[in-house]
């Protein structure tokens, strides 16, 4: 499993690419737009917002890993 340092340098890093796809995409408002038509732009910001739920997930399993062994 990987520490706990290295899921929030992912985190760090995935969150930092999500703001480039945002600001490709022209901004917060045009999401919506890149919605509707399933723009690349679009389709890359969902994978990264996937990504970011499985750092979550990860996150949350090495917390609780942590707390039962102490």
Do not use: C, F, W
Not at 9 to 20: F, P, Q, S
Not at 37 to 62: A, C, F, G, I, T
């Amino acid at each position: 499993m990987q520490s706990l340092n290295e899921i929030r340098k992912a985190y760090d890093e995935n969150y930092r690419k999500m703001i480039e796809v945002i600001e490709k995409m022209g901004g917060d408002q045009e999401i919506k737009s890149h919605r509707k038509v399933q723009s690349p732009l679009y389709r890359k910001l969902k994978e990264l917002q996937r990504y970011e739920h499985h750092l979550d997930s990860l996150e949350n399993r090495l917390m609780v890993n942590q707390n039962t062994i102490h």
